[in-house]
């Protein structure tokens, strides 16, 4: 990377390129996780693509804001999101946000492997032996004791997150109504009501969640990324959000059929919107549909579960790096473990209400992101730590933006929750 | 070339392959020491308090949904 630094020319700094992509992709395909995939798809089987094809790309564009200022702290002060909170704001404050980073990302783990469970169900696969082969190949993801090849690893797998591209493909979308939706963001069938602001923040916690701070800032500087890296930072978060947007909209086009012939999606996992949508996209392309949930889990299982060991690590003050061996490294990867084997352990609970889990985690997620990223634009802004690299004033506008955003969605899901014909008034459902 | 007393003795090319080379030791080191406490603002502690308060309530309201939905 150093030599790559060195040298000048389009060759080397495309060679430059490539050794520092990798965070902003992971953390974005990452958050294409099982239960985002699961609200993806429940919104094209309820909704249609009307509404939300524009609006999950608002979200994607918002994740970009949000993800942006993390490479900028992590490349310029070589720090973790926890542990720079820690520093600068003291423990008080340190632990309501790693409180909250730790209920968080033990909940989407739960759903990581829900999806994975659902996934490998629809080839037969019983619960028990799909839940204990993702706890082994995190575990195999893991031992490589070197960033560099856990990330390419790691990114490979997430490729398969596209696999829900040639599955849209396969629904034979009507281009016109896509490009109609894209254009005008209708229709909205059944108007504003209880049930469209659940997807709606469903979909918004499917984009934009706390983990994803703390992963991507944890990682760029994992990866030793500098304050002359931040523009390639930049190109890697707005590629990841790019290539996620496209698996998304791909999911919420692939299970519009659905929508089409009144199918009532209330209550599928992974394995049944699989079942459901196989006349319509034949047999090919519900088992694509079927492992594509179940990579979207995998990945997620990894990324999410590194980023409570990186968070544990930089607040206990324990060594904490993927280029540990075991050895050294005991604590964080003793963590990583207990996480994910917890959830796992979790998601084997006969009887649980699994889509609902799913939805209501999501909403949790963007419940949790004002105060997060509240910290972040102090951070961010914070002068005597970033020098030059401080956020712009445009830059802070959008993010206030996006924080006023995701408030008034949680708000607006609350009433729709305690007062439920306010909606009703206004003539929604 | 100019030779400089404040890298050693080596020229600037020399200094920055040298500086380079060092650049993953350099960032352990920075890693090491540790960032000055920032008190916060009153508004800053105003809002992350209300943003606090807000989490708290809507978990509630979040519970109440799963409980409604269960009965």
């Known amino acids: 990377m150093q030599a790559a630094r060195r040298r000048g020319g389009v060759f080397s700094r495309l060679r430059l390129l490539w050794l520092l992509v990798g965070p902003g992709i992971l953390v974005m395909l990452g958050e294409n996780d099982g239960p985002s995939m699961l609200s993806y798809a429940a919104t094209g089987a309820k909704f249609g693509i009307g509404f939300f094809l524009p609006f999950i790309i608002l979200t994607f564009v918002m994740a970009i804001v949000v993800q942006e200022m993390t490479v900028r702290l992590g490349a310029v002060t070589h720090r973790g999101h926890a542990e720079l909170i820690f520093e600068r704001f003291g423990p008080f404050w340190g632990w309501f946000s790693m409180i909250d980073l730790a209920i968080g990302n033990f909940l989407t783990l739960v759903t990581e492997f829900i999806a994975i469970r659902a996934g490998l169900g629809f080839f037969g696969v019983p619960p028990w032996v799909a839940v204990f082969s993702a706890l082994g190949l995190l575990y195999a993801a893991l031992m490589t004791h070197r960033y560099w090849t856990w990330e390419r690893i790691t990114l490979a797998i997430a490729a398969g997150n596209l696999v829900f591209i040639p599955v849209a493909l396969l629904s034979h979308p009507d281009w016109h109504s896509v490009g109609y939706a894209l254009a005008s963001w209708q229709p909205l069938p059944g108007g504003l009501n209880r049930d469209l602001l659940l997807i709606v923040v469903a979909d918004i916690g499917a984009t934009v969640t706390p983990w994803m701070l703390f992963f991507q800032q944890s990682a760029t500087a994992d990866k030793g990324m500098t304050r002359h890296d931040v523009g390639f930072g930049h190109f890697d978060t707005v590629l990841g959000a790019a290539l996620a947007a496209a698996a998304a909209l791909a999911t919420v086009i692939a299970t519009a059929p659905l929508f089409i012939h009144h199918m009532n999606a209330e209550n599928f996992q992974a394995a049944q919107f699989a079942q459901a949508l196989q006349p319509h996209i034949g047999r090919l392309g519900a088992s694509l549909f079927a492992l594509g949930m179940v990579e979207a889990g995998m990945v997620a299982c990894v990324t999410i579960s590194l980023s409570s060991g990186y968070a544990f690590g930089e607040v206990a003050r324990r060594p904490h790096s993927l280029n540990l061996p075991l050895r050294e490294g005991k604590a964080f990867y ?12 979790f998601v084997l609970i006969p009887g649980l209400p699994l889509v609902y889990v799913v939805l209501v985690v999501n909403v949790i997620a963007v419940l949790a992101m004002p105060p997060a990223l509240l910290f972040l634009l102090l951070l961010v802004n914070d002068r005597e730590i970033m020098g030059s690299a401080v956020s712009p004033r445009w830059a802070n506008l959008l993010a206030t933006a996006v ?5 008034g969605a ?6 729709s929750v305690i007062a439920p014909n306010v909606f009703a008034a206004l003539g929604g459902g | 070339m100019a030779r400089n007393h404040n890298t050693g003795g080596l020229d600037s090319a020399e200094a920055y392959l040298v500086l380079s080379s060092l650049e993953q030791d350099q960032l352990a080191q920075a890693r090491q020491q540790s960032l000055p406490r920032r008190p916060l603002k009153r508004v800053e502690v105003f809002l992350l ?3 606090r308060l807000y989490l708290l309530f809507m978990l ?3 519970v109440y949904q799963v409980w409604t939905g269960a009965h």
Not at chain 1, 339 to 345: I, N, S
Not at chain 1, 403 to 407: A, E, P, Q, R
Not at chain 1, 410 to 415: K, R, T, Y
Request: net charge neutral.
């Open chain 1, 334 to 345: 003793t963590v990583l473990f207990v996480c994910a084997a917890a959830a796992a352990a």
């Open chain 1, 403 to 407: 924080v006023v955003f995701l408030t």
């Open chain 1, 410 to 415: 949680g708000i607006l899901f609350g009433v």
């Open chain 2, 49 to 51: 308090s209300s943003l």
């Open chain 2, 60 to 62: 509630a309201v979040v």
